[in-house]
């Protein structure tokens, strides 16, 4: 898998993690002060990349966590199959499939063959992020 690590502490909102082998977006993270035995804790709520679900981490702020790399490149659609999408990446030239956006359904109707995307490739995963023009 494509992850790097880093220190729970170090990460703040809008930052990438895993949680659950689920590639997730920080929105809400907050800091419990030291208490008589023990580290302080982290509090993280965050929101899966692909799955859109709602995820929650409690740990010493000292811990090490996996943070997935993001890769992002451009694809030109090569079909619209419903549900799936063919894209062909503009740099390797190779051809794949992946889910249109559910989450963005402006984005999604603007999803046609011929049209230039920008995808993120986490954990090995493509998805669509944008338009490009």
């Not at 799936?84 to 999604?108: G, H, I, S, Y």
């Not at 046609?112 to 490009?132: F, N, S």
């Amino acid at each position: 898998m494509s992850v790097d690590y880093a220190t729970l502490g170090d990460l703040k909102k809008g930052n990438y993690i895993v949680i659950d082998n689920e590639p997730c977006r920080i929105v809400e993270m907050t800091r419990a002060k030291p208490g008589k035995h023990g580290a302080a804790k982290a509090h993280v709520v965050a929101i899966g990349v692909f799955t859109g679900q709602k995820k929650t981490l409690v740990a010493p702020v000292d811990t090490r966590v996996q943070v997935p790399k993001v890769e992002k490149r451009l694809a030109q659609v090569l079909a619209d199959m419903g549900e799936m999408v063919q894209l062909m990446d503009m740099e390797t030239f190779e051809t794949f499939e992946t889910e249109k956006p559910k989450d963005d359904e402006q984005l999604a109707a603007k999803i046609a063959p011929g049209v230039t995307v920008e995808y993120w490739l986490i954990m090995g995963r493509p998805k669509i992020i944008r338009i490009r023009s």
